[in-house]
């Protein structure tokens, strides 16, 4: 069981820094402090359980405010990346509700 979560730990990490070339958003003065910019769906982040845990860390109840708009991004500090979430008012609404122990990005779309 640990061998299958560390593939696949491993493999969500080389799929999303295979999409980094062509979603990040790499700035002269970025490369050289090793800081990137990495732009993911609410879905495509609750497939990492490290970011997951930081998402649930930095990100507050007020984060929605009135819930008006129809989309809602995140900044997350995770590690050396600055990880730009996007996801639905009503997505944001079920993660930020959600026990911590529930991940599953099928009951999230």
């Known amino acids: 069981m640990k061998t299958s979560k560390l ?3 491993a493999a969500i990490f080389a799929i999303t820094f295979a999409s980094l070339s062509s979603t990040s958003v790499v700035k002269a003065d970025q490369l050289s402090q090793n800081k990137f ?3 993911l769906t609410l879905e495509e982040a609750l497939l990492n359980p490290d970011l997951v845990m930081t998402m649930r ?3 507050g109840e007020d984060f929605l405010g009135n819930g008006e708009a129809p989309t809602y991004t995140a900044h997350i500090h ?3 990346v ?3 979430v996007t996801g639905t008012a009503h997505q ?3 993660f930020l509700h959600s026990p911590l122990g529930n991940n599953n990005s099928q009951r999230i779309q």
């Open 82 to 84: 600055h990880v730009c």
């Open 57 to 59: 860390q930095q990100i």
């Open 37 to 39: 910019t990495l732009e």
């Open 7 to 9: 593939l696949l730990t």
């Open 92 to 94: 944001w609404l079920l």
């Open 78 to 80: 995770f590690g050396n």
